[in-house]
């Protein structure tokens, strides 16, 4: 049993729902998990008996510093269960200050999440960081003050508290690998300060950070080659893997770990619900490995969720870790520690694997992919989402591109090509992210509706690339709205935003393509959206639709009910949400033509087509004179079965 179902048990046995002095099941809490802490603690740290008494005061100081409408809500979530499995949670991720002026304005734009549907928001970094180049808002100066052009600490403490009010959840980014080279412990250390100096890697030549460089790999090969850089001041190399203005952090000193799990408990006290691990598979680093998805990262993210539950046990973590789909799995814990790592992780493989299939409109290799990947434990959920801030990786496992009869190396440059304009037929307007000349390896970025043609179709005034694309938007959302998780709309995405291509004439964005997807809100579009014959209001109102029907049908609650059913026709991508009684089917059709499946392989996998309708469109589903299921290009269909 996870730590999480332990802690709801024991409440279950005399129900508190309210705090009036202290939580009194906090020392309940600690007890069940002291001794995985113990055991999690000792085992990065074995010869370290006073820095585990410093943390074991932490967790006291800490849960005393915790708010009392916070604790409220920590009882509420335990009494709850799985809260953060539910289908009513729909999200979206957006820049403060490029969907709104700031935090006092975003408050103000409540409404219009509320219209949508929206009731869960990952606001991109909003802290102190460095003027100029400064990753996005990732190089962080500090962990929960809130940078001057967003606001005060006041004015995101009321938002927290006016999305509360609406049920509103709110993530944040913990970015627990690096600081910048201006946060306090940098300074300290580029001054001299030895014990600082330790909570980086930092050497005084190059003989180790050499050693580590034969089998670490480049992050970004172009702007950031190479893990180390040489600190003047300092006179050392530093480890750092992103960006040289980004240090990583030495957690094989204990000190670290405590230092950042106080960062992390002040971040929540802020009225955050749900805390994103930023690049959390590179948290140990071990010379002769690649230094990412380490068994210690694991141990150690395992230990900061430990905590976390004993002190603040209705936040939740998400691991951001984008890598192998097999490997993902490990950070909801594995073994000992299976369901006592992250509760969330991002769904990274069914994001790539659509585009995939977007792109050679065929559903073989997402179906094959999908069934490849073991079931995640019960208790744990995905991010579903098309888009986000960050590029698209192609981490296809080449045994299975070899499986379609397909070239690896060849198949992954067709995708960067259909992708990048470099195909004369492609609808596709994107821009390559970190090309590697070296293996041929890069990267796609652009916005989802430049992506799937909207700007090829305005761009040329072709209606009919214009309505194909406005189906394909809507078929791709359709499917990470109903498939088993939380979906993760990006801003812009639920207008059709474009790509934005001023980033170029930026000093500080020029060099990152990836900043063509981070375009500013278009609210005079919005006020546009009652005209429904556009292309912003039909993408806005299907989206809507969707979202109401998610709601409405509780089989769409994750709860490992999901079905992948490889279909016969190797357009089509169907599965199945599962219920006792009846199921909700999702059929879509990746193909530019009329596809069809027939009734004999439908009621061979238990969809029995009698009195069926397309709760999307809201027409009966009938088989034609063939007995086959008709499907238009790039339809997607929710359908209901007893």
Same mark, same amino acid.
Request: one cysteine or more; proline letters at 5%.
């Given at each position: ?18 705090? !009036? ?7 309940q ?20 008996n ?7 005061? $932490? ?11 916070l &604790? ?21 991720q ?5 969907f ?14 509320e ?11 909003i !802290? ?7 990753? *996005? ?13 967003? *606001?005060?600490?006041k004015?995101f403490?009321?938002?927290?508290? &006016?999305?509360?009010?609406? +049920? ?13 080279d201006?946060?306090?412990?940098? %300074?300290?250390?580029?001054?001299? +300060?030895?014990?600082y ?11 180790? @950070? ?15 080659? *190479? ?8 006179g ?9 203005y ?12 405590? #230092?950042?799990?106080d960062?992390l408990? $002040?971040?929540a ?21 690649? /230094?990412?998805?380490?068994?210690e ?10 905590c ?20 993902i799995? &490990? ?7 299976e ?9 990274? /493989? ?7 299939s977007?792109?050679?409109t065929?559903?073989s290799?997402?179906? %094959? ?7 995640k434990p019960?208790? #744990?959920?995905?991010i ?16 299975f ?5 397909w070239? @690896?190396?060849n198949?992954r $440059? ?15 307007r ?6 590697n000349? $070296? ?13 799937? *043609? ?13 309505? !194909?694309a406005?189906s ?15 979906p993760?709309i ?10 934005d ?8 964005y020029?060099?990152d393509?990836?900043?063509?997807n ?17 292309y ?14 998610? &709601?409405a049908?509780?089989l ?18 169907v ?7 009846? /199921? ?8 530019k033509?009329?596809? #069809? ?6 009621? /061979? ?6 009195? +069926?309708?397309?709760?999307i ?6 088989p ?10 790039y339809?997607h ?5 007893e």
């Amino acid at each position: 049993m996870n730590q999480a179902a332990l802690h709801q048990l024991l409440m279950s046995r005399k129900q508190v729902t309210e705090i !009036t002095t202290e939580d009194p099941y906090y020392e309940q809490r600690l007890a069940t998990n002291l001794s995985l802490i113990s055991s999690l603690f000792f085992s990065l740290y074995p010869e370290s008996n006073n820095a585990f008494k410093k943390l074991v005061s $932490k967790l006291d100081e800490l849960f005393k510093e915790r708010p009392k409408v916070l &604790k409220n809500l920590d009882l509420e979530r335990l009494n709850a269960g799985n809260w953060y499995q539910s289908e009513q949670l729909v999200g979206m991720q957006l820049y403060v200050d490029r969907f709104a002026k700031d935090i006092p304005d975003l408050e103000t734009k409540i409404p219009y999440f509320e219209k949508l549907g929206v009731n869960y928001l990952h606001l991109m970094p909003i !802290t102190t960081r460095p003027k100029g180049e400064n990753d *996005g808002g990732y190089a962080v100066n500090s962990y929960h003050e809130i940078d001057p052009k967003y *606001g005060t600490k006041k004015d995101f403490e009321r938002f927290t508290k &006016k999305a509360r009010s609406k +049920n509103m959840l709110l993530m944040l980014d913990f970015v627990v690998n690096h600081t910048s080279d201006e946060f306090v412990w940098a %300074k300290e250390a580029a001054a001299g +300060n030895k014990e600082y100096q330790e909570y980086y890697y930092t050497f005084p030549n190059r003989a180790i @950070p050499d050693q580590y460089e034969q089998t670490m790999p480049e992050i970004f090969p172009e702007s950031a080659p *190479g893990n180390f850089t040489y600190n003047e001041a300092m006179g050392s190399w530093v480890m750092t893997c992103f960006n040289k203005y980004q240090w990583d952090l030495n957690y094989k000193n204990p000190l670290v770990f405590i #230092a950042m799990l106080d960062n992390l408990l $002040k971040l929540a006290n802020m009225g955050v619900d749900v805390v994103r691990f930023d690049a959390l598979a590179f948290l140990w680093k071990k010379l002769g490995t690649q /230094s990412q998805n380490l068994p210690e990262a694991h141990q150690l993210i395992s230990l900061f969720r430990m905590c976390l539950q004993v002190i603040a046990p209705g936040v939740i973590l998400l691991a951001e870790a984008i890598v192998a789909p097999k490997n993902i799995l &490990k950070y909801f814990g594995e073994d000992g520690l299976e369901g006592n790592e992250c509760e969330v992780a991002y769904n990274a /493989s069914l994001m790539a694997l659509l585009w995939n299939s977007v792109a050679t409109t065929k559903t073989s290799l997402l179906h %094959k992919s999908l069934m490849e990947i073991p079931s995640k434990p019960k208790n #744990a959920t995905w991010i579903n989402y098309i888009r986000c801030h960050d590029d698209i990786g192609l981490g296809y496992d080449d045994e299975f591109i070899w499986a379609m009869d397909w070239d @690896p190396y060849n198949h992954r $440059k067709f995708l960067l090509e259909y992708y990048t304009s470099n195909l004369a037929w492609t609808p596709a307007r994107g821009m390559m992210f970190m090309y590697n000349p $070296k293996n041929g390896d890069g990267r796609i970025t652009g916005s989802t509706a430049s992506l799937l *043609g909207l700007e090829k179709g305005i761009y040329e005034n072709n209606h009919t690339i214009i309505k !194909t694309a406005v189906s394909k938007i809507l078929m791709l959302h359709g499917i990470i709205l109903s498939y088993g998780g939380i979906p993760l709309i990006y801003a812009g995405d639920e207008i059709g935003t474009l790509n934005d291509y001023s980033f170029k004439d930026n000093d500080d964005y020029k060099d990152d393509s990836r900043w063509v997807n981070r375009p500013i809100q278009d609210w005079g579009v919005v006020k546009q959206l009652t005209k429904r014959d556009t292309y912003n209001s039909q993408i806005f109102n299907g989206l809507q639709k969707m979202i109401k029907l998610r &709601k409405a049908l509780p089989l769409l609650a994750d709860t490992n009910n999901l079905f992948i059913h490889p279909s016969a026709n190797p357009h089509i991508f169907v599965f199945e949400r599962k219920g006792l009684k009846n /199921s909700v089917w999702v059929f879509s059709n990746f193909d530019k033509n009329l596809q #069809a499946i027939s009734i004999a392989w439908l009621q /061979s996998v238990g969809f029995n087509l009698e009195n +069926n309708k397309d709760l999307i469109s809201d027409l009966m589903i009938l088989p034609d004179a063939y007995n086959n299921m008709q499907i238009a290009p790039y339809q997607h269909l929710w359908i209901v079965t007893e």
